[in-house]
């Protein structure tokens, strides 16, 4: 009977072994858990990435062929589309540069739940079928100012709406949560393309007015 109870005693775990296997099976998953979520938000916001960046290269081409501006400051006479864009029509922008960007899928956000695919810029093509805002008054002489990214921005908790939005140093504006968690990309007129949070968003809108050759206290952003 003695031989039985110690080996019961021997057999049992302590309250410390029982402690050192839990934390060892926290740890572990800890580890572990990431790498079985699925992979697809970080997918789709590295394909975001990548659309802005065409997006913003295709700003960069056609202005290059044009000489000096962005076809939203360019007249319609001339071959631009500076009175639609004025009005926030961002498909007018889009639509005279479809050589340059040559597909309308990659104006739409992998993650954005909200607007649609295109197969063309002819068929029905509109703002519906348009992720990504446009900066009016984006300029090349000014490298770090914004010339399209994400459209998902809120003002005071509310959701920007389609149109044209004015902008100053003092607007808090934000990103919603419905893309890329509290972030949004936004592509530069240098075609460089930033991950920005409500803070560097902020950042770089004044950054914008600090270096702009043409100072204003305030920009438009057309929104689809």
């Not at 992979?39 to 913003?56: D, L, M, S």
């Not at 607007?115 to 008054?137: K, P, Q």
């Not at 902008?167 to 972030?183: C, D, F, G, M, Q």
Request: glycine content about 8%.
């Amino acid at each position: 009977m003695k031989l039985g109870s110690s080996n019961r005693r021997t057999n049992a775990m302590t309250l410390t072994e029982v402690l050192v296997v839990v934390v060892v099976i926290a740890v572990l998953v800890f580890m572990i858990l990431p790498t079985l979520i699925p992979p697809q938000r970080h997918v789709a916001k590295i394909n975001c990435i990548n659309n802005v960046k065409q997006i913003g290269l295709g700003f960069r081409v056609w202005e290059g062929a044009q000489k000096v501006v962005f076809p939203m400051q360019k007249s319609i006479t001339k071959g631009g589309v500076l009175e639609l864009s004025a009005k926030g029509n961002v498909a007018a922008i889009f639509r005279v540069m479809s050589n340059e960007l040559s597909t309308p899928k990659i104006l739409i956000c992998p993650e954005d739940e909200s607007h649609r695919f295109a197969s063309d810029f002819i068929s029905g093509f509109g703002n519906t079928n348009i992720s990504y805002f446009v900066g009016l008054d984006a300029d090349d002489n000014c490298p770090t100012s914004i010339l399209t990214g994400d459209d998902n921005f809120a003002i005071n908790g509310a959701p920007v709406k389609s149109g044209v939005l004015l902008l100053s140093t003092n607007i808090p504006l934000a990103w919603t949560n419905e893309r890329h968690v509290l972030k949004g990309n936004i592509g530069l007129a240098d075609g460089s393309v930033q991950t920005t949070t409500d803070s560097s968003l902020t950042d770089t809108i004044i950054n914008q007015y600090k270096f702009s050759s043409d100072f204003t206290n305030r920009f438009r952003f057309a929104i689809p």
